[in-house]
């Protein structure tokens, strides 16, 4: 059975002249009759490819890529939470210094990626260093405020991970970490907008990839920032998904800061997401 769906997936592939996303993704994956691997997986390390070399003009000072020196929990990640279609699509904007960029993880707040999820991994060093960023990995004491409550809220919805990941996926748009000098973060829409087009070009087409391969029913944007793009990729797949928002988890945001779990659960049942 599973001979017969791989050659029916790839003659019509052939057949089909122009190929879909999940067709390039499978045939660049190695997929065979032998048995698939995760597309997710090739997607991003195509990702992570495309975003190499590029250089930031002040205030830029140091630039992290996760997908790089922390790939071993991100790959653990993907095989864990990133297989089989998905009924609902979270996206962020970009790792925090003290989430992702520790655990390779989306949003990874130490706790919830190694307690909840269960997934530890050896991180290395980014390439470059900021003296007051440091990567500590899963050592890392500090806790991301963001991560804390986006995965707190689903820990409690799904005390078990795996029913959580059965319909879900949370990935963020772009991998990358940008700091001043100072180690301020800098998030991308306080970047020079010509230095962010081929970030946006490669994070656009990677995303347009996830909806083609998960085909989501729901694509809920984690801030405004995340929901304009999930728009533009879902408008470039041709993604019928219904499109939203949740309030971002931020402390820098004083309507997260009075309650962001009850607020998002009210928005994520508003749209049909989550069962009034």
């Known amino acids: 059975m599973a001979a017969r769906f791989l050659a029916g997936f790839f003659f019509g592939c052939i057949l ?7 067709c390039r993704v499978a045939c660049a994956s190695g997929i065979g009759l032998s048995g698939p691997v995760n597309p997710l997986i090739e997607s991003a390390r195509r990702l992570a490819t495309a975003l190499h070399g590029l250089e930031f003009s002040t205030p830029v000072s140091h630039v992290y890529r996760p997908l790089d020196y922390a790939w071993k929990p991100h790959e653990i990640y993907l095989n864990r939470a990133g297989t089989g279609p998905k009924r609902v699509l979270f996206l962020g904007m970009n790792p925090g210094p ?3 960029a520790q655990t390779g993880v989306p949003f990874g707040e130490v706790t919830a990626v190694r307690d909840w999820m269960g997934i530890a991994a050896a991180v290395n060093k980014p390439a470059r260093e900021h003296p007051k960023r440091p990567i500590q990995g899963f050592a890392c004491k500090r806790s991301e405020v963001s991560g804390r409550r986006l995965w707190g809220l689903f820990a409690t919805r799904f005390p078990l991970a795996d029913d ?3 319909a879900h996926f949370v990935q963020n748009f772009c991998p990358l970490v940008w700091m001043s000098e100072t180690g301020a973060n800098l998030t991308p829409d306080k970047l020079p907008a010509a ?3 081929p970030v946006e070009d490669a994070c656009l087409a990677h995303l ?3 909806i083609e391969l998960l085909q989501p029913s729901y694509l809920i944007g984690v801030g405004g920032f995340a929901e304009e793009r999930l728009r533009h990729a ?6 019928k998904a219904v499109l939203g928002r949740v309030l971002h988890p931020s402390p820098a945001s004083p309507a997260a ?3 962001w779990a009850d607020a998002a659960t009210r928005q994520l049942k508003a749209l049909g997401v989550w069962d009034a």
């Open 16 to 22: 089909g002249g122009r190929k879909s996303a999940a």
């Open 98 to 100: 003290f989430g992702m």
């Open 164 to 166: 959580f990941f059965a």
């Open 195 to 197: 230095e962010m087009v």
């Open 208 to 210: 347009a990839e996830v």
């Open 234 to 239: 879902a408008q470039a797949c041709a993604s």
């Open 257 to 259: 800061n009075r309650g």
